[in-house]
């Protein structure tokens, strides 16, 4: 059983910068492909980066590349979610999550393992 607890999240100003963290306990953090996913009120949630076992492979939603960076260190069991120029629209509450996959993988239903969400809200 993996447990998975997000931080980091906030209040910040259009155009700001905040890191999100989420930190891996309970399994073999290494063997999971690990993404992050947010939620906006009244909307689903929606994926936003993944990023491969070793790192070498990651993906990102559309209107966030170029401005979040996901990475992962496997001795310290964390996941990372750098967003920069933050706006508006990316409000929502964030959520890492983590999926027994071989391949990086961008659909809600192939993560197993979810924590409980940071809330972000970027004011304009």
């Known amino acids: 059983q993996v447990q998975l607890v997000e931080s980091g999240g906030g209040l910040v100003q259009a155009g700001g910068s905040l890191r999100l963290s989420c930190a891996a306990s309970g399994g073999t953090f290494s063997r999971f492909v690990m993404g992050w996913f947010r939620q906006a009120p009244g909307k689903e949630r929606e994926f936003v980066a993944a990023?491969?076992?070793?790192?070498?492979?990651?993906w990102y939603l559309d209107s966030v590349k170029g401005r979040f960076t996901i990475c992962r260190d496997n001795v310290k069991n964390t996941l990372y979610l750098q967003m920069n120029s933050l706006k508006p629209e990316d409000t929502a509450v964030y959520y890492c999550?983590?999926?027994?996959?071989?391949?990086?993988?961008?659909?809600?239903?192939?993560?197993?393992?979810w924590g409980q969400g940071t809330q972000v809200t970027v004011s304009s």
């Open positions: 990023i491969s076992w070793s790192g070498s492979r990651t």
């Open positions: 999550a983590a999926a027994p996959a071989v391949e990086v993988v961008t659909r809600l239903s192939e993560y197993e393992y």
